[in-house]
């Protein structure tokens, strides 16, 4: 990836993310940490790495995305929106009742895959099986929250996983407990468990361009075994760490909001944007 | 009823092997072997051994991908009761086209006891929006219920027995279809509404009654949900009261669908020949229905009682 490219993916990230508070802001939700960590991992999958085909949905030949953590529906939404699968006034209905779009991911939705909830695993397994049975060579991306791994139906799916291989499934393992200077043994057991199990498993900086390429790099030469990149994505959130910390246990005011769009802008035009 | 025995079980078996030799978009995920060698596997099916959770969430995944899939969860507890929240999320409610075949009494006949032997499954599945819920009463009604699933445009369940019954129907009988009911018997003096292993003692039971006098009608609702409700009505209308019978407990299952039924749209008097609100305890499939009162003679028993309640 290239200086340029690195630039376009962070303004489209910056706009997704306004896209993100704007809907905390008309929909009167909270704890969007979930939705606004995601947004450089979604952002890069789906600009960067996946096949989509936004006018024609229902292609066989696409890649698919599971978002297993459906808290962060909100990013989903933004990404999908700019991406042309809805109209983005779609976005201000977000969760209100005869709204398109619903509190977790549904597939009603276009450009939703699949249902969102903590054990998407084993349906993007499903999914990936499917691809292959059909002859297939698209992948699957799945995102679970590092919190969901204490679930135990996700294990069944990694154990699954490994079993049937279907060489085209990608985990990616966000946590916004680990950053990419936090301490080792956090992370350690957490790779260790998923090679145990058969997986390869790296890490990247879940709001790093240039390091979340690195830890995808590699996949395109892996052989049949399943991958998880476990995407730290505790650090850099000093655009929103007030906003959430103000916001925790009520839903944010016009000011919240007004303050954390001024917030975003500013880092806009420090990275030379023009919006 | 004619004179060979078979078991509801291995009908769905048969059809589901026909099913995947002639449907090509057919996938079956098979539950219960320990086995992941596909050569080992009863059905040539994707191999699921037994995690139940991830079984339902794979099918989903397929499902997506475009396919129909059949999960063959022999034993019910474990499925249903195990994976009821992923059935739920991931194949009730975006409305796929997964059935799910489960025997209510596979592990050992019965001899488990409570944590083996469930007869809660019907009801659980059948408050399940979208969840369709079939309880064929032998084994070529199975296999044609199973049969007719192949084209059927959402989620079901169907509920087998590994306990060898009489056969009721014709091998070849195809006159079965979701939310369809089969009248067994007519008469004018009482309405038996019965599935799975009880229409033979319903059937039974109508013949110790016609020496008593009374006509019934025996109805096999093999089709809990949808429910016929139409053959119902109709039925209790000309008899004026009415006994359903199940291997289940009383609650929710097709003694609350009948019940549901005839208070939204004829009430007639009622009775129940079912689990009376407690867990199973170990036993032969035989000495089960007598010690819990699953029996011919206890049908007779309650159509004596409702009989002479009759709405006229």
């Known amino acids: 990836m290239n200086d340029e490219r690195r630039d376009e993916l962070e303004k489209i990230a910056l706009d997704v993310r306004k ?75 977000y969760r209100r009742l005869g709204g398109m779009l619903q509190g977790h991911p549904d597939v009603r939705t276009p450009g939703v ?60 393992a966000e946590s916004r407990t680990l950053s990419e200077g936090g301490p080792a043994e956090t992370k350690t057991p957490l790779i260790k468990r998923l090679g145990s199990f058969g997986w390869s498993a790296s890490t990247a900086d879940g709001h790093n361009f240039a390091s979340i390429e690195r830890a995808f790099q590699p996949l395109e030469a892996a052989g049949r075994e399943p991958a998880a990149i476990i995407a730290m994505t505790g650090g850099r959130r000093e655009y929103y760490d007030a906003f959430e910390s103000r916001t925790q246990d009520k839903p944010p005011s016009m000011d919240d909001i007004e303050e954390t769009l001024f917030r975003l802008d500013k880092e806009a035009n420090k990275r030379g944007g023009q919006r | 009823m004619n004179n060979s025995t078979g078991r509801s079980y291995d009908g769905a078996l048969d059809a589901l092997r026909l099913i995947k030799s002639s449907k090509d978009d057919a996938v079956i995920l098979e539950l219960g072997r320990v086995s992941r060698d596909p050569d080992e596997s009863e059905l040539g099916g994707i191999q699921a051994g037994s995690s139940e959770q991830n079984a339902a969430l794979l099918a989903s995944g397929l499902a997506f991908g475009g396919n129909r899939v059949f999960i063959w969860a022999p034993g019910s507890p474990s499925f249903v009761g195990c994976s009821y929240e992923q059935i739920r999320a991931s194949v009730a409610i975006p409305n796929l086209k997964v059935v799910i075949l489960s025997s209510h009494d596979w592990t050992t006949l019965d001899h488990d006891g409570a944590v083996g032997l469930m007869w809660e499954d019907i009801a659980l599945m059948r408050v399940m929006p979208n969840m369709a819920v079939l309880v064929p009463s032998d084994r070529n009604s199975a296999y044609a219920l199973t049969r007719t699933l192949a084209d059927h445009d959402g989620p079901a369940y169907v509920r087998l027995s590994a306990a060898v019954t009489h056969e009721i129907y014709e091998y070849g009988d195809s006159d079965f279809a979701v939310g369809g009911a089969r009248l067994l018997t007519e008469g004018d003096g009482v309405t038996i509404v019965s599935c799975g292993v009880m229409v033979k003692e319903a059937l039974e039971s109508a013949k110790i009654l016609r020496q008593q ?46 019940t549901e039924c005839l208070a939204r749209n004829y009430t007639v008097p009622v009775r129940s020949v079912a689990i009376a609100g407690n867990f199973a305890q170990s036993g032969a499939p035989e000495e089960i229905q007598e010690y819990y009162g699953l029996t011919h003679r206890e049908i007779v028993h309650n159509v004596v009682q409702v009989w002479a309640m009759r709405r006229r």
């Open chain 1, 113 to 172: 895959d699949a249902p969102g909830g903590t054990s998407g695993l084993g349906i993007a397994l499903g999914l990936a099986l499917a691809l292959r049975m059909a002859g297939y060579d698209e992948k699957v991306y799945c995102i679970v929250a590092a919190e969901d791994l204490q679930n135990g139906a996700l294990w069944e799916s990694i154990d699954a996983a490994a079993v049937h291989a279907p060489g085209n499934l990608v985990m990616i």
């Open chain 1, 19 to 93: 896209d993100v508070v704007r809907m905390a802001g008309v929909s009167k939700s909270y704890g969007l940490s979930s939705a606004l960590s995601l947004v450089e991992l979604l952002v890069y999958l789906y600009w960067e790495r996946m096949k989509i085909f936004p006018g024609e949905r229902n292609n066989p030949r696409r890649d698919r995305l599971v978002l297993s953590s459906g808290f962060a529906a909100p990013a989903l939404y933004a990404c999908l929106s700019k991406l042309g699968f809805f109209d983005r006034e779609e976005l201000w209905s």
């Open chain 2, 213 to 258: 006098g009374i006509e019934a009608e025996v109805i096999d609702c093999y089709s809990i949900k949808p429910f016929p409700e139409r053959m119902l009505v109709a039925s209790v209308r000309r008899t004026g009261c009415c006994v359903v019978a199940e291997k289940h407990i009383n609650a929710a299952g097709l003694y609350g669908a009948v």
